[in-house]
């Protein structure tokens, strides 16, 4: 339930923030804004996804690899050096996992936080 209101809670604020920066910045720069706001909603998703499926190593890699593939989209649409190295940073926690759980080990619940730390940073490049 936690889970639940924190992503609605992320992607409200996301749409507050994007609504702001549209109306104060030119229409190109406000489409950044926007789909930089939207890798951090997504990112949240994408994370409390993997909180449900940490029991399962199978189910936990393909979370890790959409994590994975959200990033590496992420670093080619947006144009900011601060995002691209908090996703780059947070790329590889991810891909360490990636390896762990393709080794058929559990991810640690604990990591999870780190990836949510990760995702926080992001949204925070996002409107710094």
């Known amino acids: 339930m936690f889970r639940a209101h924190r992503v609605v809670r992320t992607s409200v604020a996301a749409a507050a ?10 229409c190109s720069e406000a489409q950044k804004a926007i789909d ?15 909180q449900g499926v940490l029991n399962d190593p199978q189910a ?19 144009d900011s050096q601060e995002v691209n190295d908090a996703a780059s940073e947070l790329l590889a926690r991810v891909e360490s996992m990636s390896r762990q759980a393709a080794a058929g080990e559990l991810p640690a619940a604990d990591t999870v936080s780190l990836l949510q730390a990760g995702a926080e940073t992001i949204t925070n490049a996002c409107t710094s």
């Open 60 to 78: 936990a890699s393909e979370s890790l690899d959409n994590i994975a593939d959200t990033l590496k989209k992420a670093t080619e649409d947006i």
């Open 17 to 26: 923030i994007a609504a702001a920066l549209f109306t104060a910045t030119s």
């Open 36 to 50: 930089c706001i939207e890798l951090g909603t997504q990112l949240a998703n994408d994370i409390s996804n993997l």
